[in-house]
């Protein structure tokens, strides 16, 4: 159990150039496995993967050459959850905001840490409510590990080793240089 008195003060883990390199990362993956990403479906689920799909998006662009041709969406998994009847509070509910038809689209589902793999399977799940896509690749910004679920990314930025009772969160801002993830205790019992 997580005792005031023994809660570790968060620290910045990764820093905006730390940042920067895992979107390149994933960038260069993307584009190793597919050379045109024309046509591709980048998803990003809410709050987490809004503004990294973006990045993402600027970074294949920048490997490229030009400005790919894709077409991109914000997922709300809130209804998805499995966790409703453990959480203090009703979580925010957010527009899911996919406007084009993902029927054998190619679909890159972004989301900035994976940890347990629960999000990323409502995630899943909530793709497949609206039709059937041809395939669905992951990329994350963090793997911290930990999964419960039979659940792996196909694209990592960066890969942070945890104990179960830490968290990783994610700050990415408008200016690119004023991002940062902090490694810090839980906020429940574990």
């Known amino acids: 159990m997580i005792t005031p008195a023994s809660r570790q003060a968060p620290k910045i883990c990764y820093n905006a150039g730390h940042i920067a390199k895992g979107i390149d990362a994933i960038a260069r993956s993307v584009v190793a496995k597919r050379p045109d990403p024309d046509g591709l479906a980048i998803i ?5 993967g809004d503004i990294l799909l973006r990045r993402i998006i600027q970074a294949i662009s920048r490997r490229i050459g030009r400005l790919p041709v894709v077409d991109v969406g914000l997922l709300d998994i809130s209804f998805y959850r499995d ?9 925010t509910v957010r527009a899911t905001i996919i406007p084009f038809d993902i029927d054998e ?6 989301d900035d840490v994976i940890f347990t793999g629960r999000t990323i399977r409502a995630g899943l799940e909530a793709i497949f409510s ?5 395939s669905v690749d992951l990329a994350v910004l963090v793997d911290r590990g930990h999964r419960e679920l039979p659940i792996q ?5 960066l ?5 179960l009772q830490q968290s990783v969160n ?3 801002h408008e200016d690119p240089q004023a991002d940062y993830a902090l490694l810090e205790d839980a906020k429940y019992s574990v």
């Open 44 to 48: 990003g689920i809410h709050t987490g």
């Open 83 to 91: 966790d409703w009847s453990r959480l203090s509070q009703a979580p």
């Open 105 to 110: 689209r190619h679909i890159l589902l972004v």
């Open 130 to 134: 609206l039709g059937r896509p041809a």
């Open 153 to 157: 990314p196909n694209y990592v930025g």
């Open 159 to 163: 890969t942070l080793p945890t104990q």
């Open 170 to 172: 994610v700050f990415l």
